[in-house]
């Protein structure tokens, strides 16, 4: 149902992470998990401790590894959605209930929160998206100034839909 893909519709808006902080935050979630391999192989520690300095330099690298797959990508606003650019439809816009951009909303980095009329299926793209019950948080990597400009164009749609 929520999770269809959907790859027709004009691109009002799009929203691309930026190259300088991807490459930041993978080479920073790398580093971090070749640190710890590295300390679990060189250094004197039990057994137990050397096994879990693995698992976590490992998950690390995963985490990596997750994060430029889904930063690959980016976030697109058409007049009836908002999706991601494979076509996931992330909230349809007649299920927004409202929108919250301000300094103390608990929303991603850069970016913006939106409220759901009903509950939504869960759903993430590390740095991109996430959706959890009936909130959705758009941003994270993404230039502030692109996914400020979403929050502006569903606010309008909002406003719009409220005075008819």
Do not use: C
């Not at 698992?55 to 009836?80: D, H, N, V």
């Not at 919250?100 to 998206?129: C, D, H, I, T």
């Amino acid at each position: 149902m929520q999770d269809q893909t959907v790859i027709a519709g004009d691109v009002l808006a799009r929203a691309k992470p930026s190259t300088g902080r991807r490459v930041v935050a993978l080479i920073s979630l790398v580093g971090l998990g070749a640190v710890l391999l590295h300390a679990a192989l060189t250094q004197p520690v039990d057994a137990g401790w050397r096994v879990a300095l693995i698992l976590l330099g490992l998950a690390f690298i995963a985490l990596a590894e997750l994060m430029r797959r889904s930063t690959g990508s980016s976030i697109e606003l058409t007049p009836e959605l908002l999706r991601d650019a494979d076509g996931t439809v992330i909230l349809r816009l007649e299920e927004i209930e409202r929108i919250e951009m301000g300094y103390f909303a608990m929303k991603p980095s850069n970016g913006f929160l939106l409220k759901s009329r009903v509950r939504q299926p869960r759903g993430w793209r590390l740095g991109l998206w996430w959706r959890l019950g009936r909130r959705v948080g758009v941003g994270g990597m993404t230039p502030g100034r692109e996914t400020k400009y979403i929050a502006e164009m569903i606010s309008a749609r909002l406003a719009e839909r409220q005075a008819r």
